[in-house]
């Protein structure tokens, strides 16, 4: 089965607060007051792959930089 056929490109996100701290999103929400809510915000940090059949995002490495480098890396 080709890399196309299997996974599709997707914006990388995650949570991040303003000091830095970062989250996933794909976890419990990272903050635990309403206070704390207005702290974090979901900030783009470039594409990932989504496998399409189960679901499950990324593949155990940094997200790429660019859709056209994910897209390449998609054709591969």
Do not use: C, H
């Not at 991040?16 to 207005?38: C, F, H, M, N, Q």
Request: net charge positive.
């Amino acid at each position: 089965m080709k890399r196309s056929q299997k996974y599709e490109v997707i914006p990388a996100v995650r949570w991040e607060r303003d000091d830095g701290l970062t989250a996933s999103i794909y976890g419990g929400v990272p903050w635990t007051s309403s206070e704390e809510k207005s702290r974090w915000k979901r900030k783009q940090t470039g594409y990932t792959v989504r496998n399409v059949i189960t679901g499950a995002v990324g593949i155990g490495r940094m997200p790429f930089s660019t859709r056209a480098e994910a897209d390449d890396w998609l054709k591969g």
